[in-house]
């Protein structure tokens, strides 16, 4: 059965004592239980912190990307191995935005997706089309061609830990938000390829976010449609309060 995630990615914000009195902050109203999976993604720095802030909590911790090797030559990079050590239980791969300002593909997403599962972590697989390619009729053709490439020599069994994030790229920090019905729409052609290339009823257990300037008041919208299984969730995670709002909100599947 697939589960109802509100992920939250801070990217590079919050210092030290930002992720301390955030997570306090969280971690003391969520409690001891949540219905919904809950997962928070702070800067690599305070990532070993941030473990040890919600231990004993339902909060979760990810990484926001990783390198596909365990270890080696590869100046500025943080391994799976690495993360597993520090306690994260989660890691983002192929965001839209280190796809268009790191050189990220589908290849290495690839990669990371299977290193990420090799390692016992849960990767959150990213995937996105820019409005040039929505309005040029390409967008299907792009989401479908992303998940099949991202997701390539990935068994079954393998593809029940894996979680898709659907980002339209010209709703990321721009204040626009993909229409329920827009991102339900890409959340069922998601789960359409998942199934053509495994079957129907393990698409059925994959859950499948949305991410694009999501918040406490259009959350419960989203996740009461049929293939949108909760949210990746960027600007209104920052503080507590706006990111309980969306766990509060949230429709649990």
Same mark, same amino acid.
């Given at each position: ?6 992920? =939250? ?18 971690? &003391? ?13 702070? #800067? ?19 990484? @926001? ?10 100046? =500025?990079? #943080?391994?799976? *191995? ?5 306690? #994260? ?22 990669? &990371?997706? &299977?290193?990420?599962? *090799? ?16 309005? &040029? ?20 069994? @393998? ?26 729409? #890409? ?67």
């Amino acid at each position: 059965m697939r589960k109802t995630i509100i992920a =939250g990615n801070w990217k590079m914000n919050h210092l030290g004592s930002d992720v301390d009195s955030t997570l306090k902050a969280l971690t &003391k109203a969520v409690g001891t239980s949540s219905k919904a999976e809950i997962v928070i993604a702070p #800067v690599f720095p305070y990532l070993a912190s941030a473990v040890a802030l919600t231990k004993g909590t339902p909060v979760r911790i990810a990484a @926001q990307n990783m390198h596909w090797k365990d270890k080696g030559a590869y100046t =500025g990079e #943080v391994s799976p *191995a690495m993360l597993v050590d520090l306690g #994260v239980s989660h890691v983002i791969i192929g965001h839209s935005e280190r796809r268009m300002d790191c050189n990220e593909r589908d290849a290495t997403v690839n990669l &990371k997706v &299977k290193a990420a599962l *090799a390692h016992g972590l849960t990767p959150i697989m990213c995937c996105g089309e820019t409005l040039e390619q929505r309005e &040029k009729g390409d967008m299907q053709s792009w989401i479908e061609g992303q998940i099949e490439k991202g997701l390539a020599a990935i068994t079954p069994e @393998q593809m029940r830990s894996v979680v898709i994030a659907y980002e339209p790229i010209w709703a990321i920090g721009t204040g626009k938000t993909a229409s329920a019905a827009q991102a339900e729409e #890409v959340c069922a052609i998601i789960r359409r390829k998942i199934a053509a290339l495994y079957d129907r009823a393990l698409a059925d257990d994959v859950s499948i976010l949305y991410g694009g300037s999501v918040k406490g008041g259009n959350i419960a919208e989203l996740t009461g449609s049929a293939d949108i299984d909760g949210a990746l969730v960027g600007g209104a995670s920052l503080q507590a309060e706006d990111f309980m709002a969306i766990i509060d909100n949230a429709v649990i599947k």
